[in-house]
T-cell receptor, first 113, second 117 residues
Framework: QKEVEQDPGPLSVPEGAIVSLNCTYS??????FMWYRQYSRKGPELLMY????GNKEDGRFTAQVDKSSKYISLFIRDSQPSDSATYLC?????????????FGKGTLLTVNP | EAGVAQSPRYKIIEKRQSVAFWCNPISGHATLYWYQQILGQGPKLLIQFQNNGVVDDSQLPKDRFSAERLKGVDSTLKIQPAKLEDSAVYLCASSLRGGEGDGTEAFFGQGTRLTVV
């Protein structure tokens, strides 16, 4: 079993749709949860950052973490063509000087105008 | 603020050749990471530096990969000899410091796309 599993596979939605992206994980030591967005031929950029369980909202984006189920989600409301990218979940267990991100494989999202 | 700079952007080499990638992190960032991203997968950490010391290199194939960070600033990643399975994007990232609530955001460069033929 991989430490981080990311679902679903490639997604294609119409503009304005609500998008749900999910990851599950097996390492109960993970405490820091992130979502990165990666445009084609670019490096990942941090979209959302959550520590421990709970919800966090930033504009059209909402991140949810359920540590009891080892499950995290990213919701995108009113999706736009500019949201078309690969979305990567990432997690870290450590504090102190060791900050090692473990990534999911990514979900390619296409928002059609 | 200037971002993480990487060069070259693209590289094509034959198997068994050697190659080197260069990274200049954001000024003042103590932590530097090299990730390997194979097509269709998420990035995998190869090595993490804190200033010029190695924090984690557990997933670095040390028989062929080496990395250094001189004077705690720029870093180079070398592959010698390259194999076909090394074809990937090599991403460099930096963060202000590692492991605390603030300053843990890792900023990524655009990557070097390596093709081994």
């Amino acid at each position: 079993q991989k430490e981080v599993e990311q679902d679903p596979g490639p997604l294609s939605v119409p503009e304005g749709a609500i998008v749900s992206l999910n990851c599950t994980y097996s390492n109960s030591a993970f405490q820091y949860f992130m979502w990165y967005r990666q445009y084609s031929r670019k490096g990942p950029e941090l979209l959302m950052y959550t520590y421990s369980s709970g919800n966090k909202e930033d504009g059209r984006f909402t991140a949810q973490v359920d540590k009891s189920s080892k499950y995290i989600s990213l919701f995108i409301r009113d999706s736009q063509p500019s949201d078309s990218a690969t979305y990567l979940c990432a997690m870290s267990a450590s504090g102190g000087s060791n900050y090692k991100l473990t990534f999911g494989k990514g979900t390619l999202l296409t928002v059609n105008p | 603020e200037a971002g993480v700079a990487q060069s070259p952007r693209y590289k094509i080499i034959e198997k068994r050749q050697s190659v080197a990638f260069w990274c200049n992190p954001i000024s003042g960032h103590a932590t530097l990471y090299w990730y390997q991203q194979i097509l269709g997968q998420g990035p995998k950490l190869l090595i993490q530096f804190q200033n010029n010391g190695v924090v984690d290199d557990s997933q670095l194939p040390k028989d062929r990969f080496s990395a250094e960070r001189l004077k705690g600033v720029d870093s180079t990643l070398k592959i010698q000899p390259a194999k076909l399975e090394d074809s990937a994007v090599y991403l460099c990232a930096s963060s202000l410091r590692g492991g605390e609530g603030d300053g843990t955001e890792a900023f990524f460069g655009q990557g070097t796309r390596l093709t081994v033929v």
